[in-house]
């Protein structure tokens, strides 16, 4: 596609229940990121992956966190047993591999989740 | 570990004028980018401009430019003429080669007109 998008735009959920998000990245972009912002900071960094497989898992907070990208295109980020802490925007980021525009992030608009 | 530091919280220009909003790094290594992205509240993380550590030629782009001081590890974003449409969240980031891409906490610019 033209643009990274994200779905949905906006998700409320009770505590405990499971969620995932969905990630289409740039059409040919091979590396995508998942990013959390919360309110009133910066974009933290929770998973890279180059192709099929997950280069940088890191930054995923605890083992209730998952994602996964199985033909190198669309990614699905799973949260199990959300917490209100959970609530945040996820931002999902993709890039060209190999050459200087491998180093650009273009971003989605951002899934916001709330977790009651 | 490297980390990106934006120490200006919020900043105010009035419409027509330049305002330059801070920006510090920490890093061993020698090759890497930094960004300066825009975030209005629409969320969407828009690129403003880009610097290659190797070139010491400050970038350019338009309205925006950058003060790159490699050695005092500090890269700074000049906005000039400033418009309403610029107000937004600003980060800062860093990227290695193959690596993620690392943010700051942000600076909320504010223009009045």
């Known amino acids: 596609g033209a643009g990274v998008s994200q779905t949905p735009s906006n998700k409320v959920t009770e505590k405990g229940k499971y969620v995932e998000l969905r990630c289409d990245p740039i059409?040919?972009?091979?590396?995508l990121y998942w990013y959390r912002q919360s309110l009133g900071q910066g974009p933290e960094f929770l998973i890279y992956?180059?192709?099929?497989?997950?280069?940088?898992d890191s930054g995923l907070p605890n083992d209730r966190f998952f994602a996964v990208r199985p033909e190198g295109s669309v990614s699905t980020l799973k949260i199990q047993r959300t917490e209100r802490g959970d609530s945040a925007v996820y931002l999902c980021?993709?890039?060209?591999?190999?050459?200087?525009?491998?180093?650009?992030?273009?971003f989605g608009a951002g899934s916001r989740l709330t977790v009651l | 570990a490297q980390t990106v530091t934006q120490s200006q919280p919020e900043m105010s220009v009035q419409e027509a004028e330049t305002v330059t909003l801070s920006c510090t790094y920490d890093?061993?290594?020698?090759?890497?980018?930094l960004f300066w992205y825009k975030q209005p509240p629409s969320r969407q993380m828009i690129l403003v401009i880009r610097?290659?550590?190797?070139?010491?030629q400050n970038a350019t782009e338009n309205r925006f430019s950058v003060n790159f001081q490699k050695a005092a590890k500090s890269f700074s974003l000049k906005i000039s003429d400033s418009q309403l449409g610029d107000a937004a969240m600003y980060f800062c980031?860093?990227?290695?080669?193959?690596?993620?891409?690392?943010f700051g906490t942000g600076t909320r610019l504010q223009v009045f007109p």
């Open positions: 980021a993709s890039s060209r591999s190999g050459g200087s525009g491998a180093n650009v992030l273009t």
């Open positions: 059409s040919g972009h091979t590396a």
């Open positions: 992956f180059q192709g099929t497989g997950a280069a940088d």
């Open positions: 890093t061993s290594e020698s090759d890497y980018y």
């Open positions: 610097q290659e550590a190797y070139k010491q």
């Open positions: 980031a860093y990227k290695s080669r193959a690596d993620k891409l690392i």
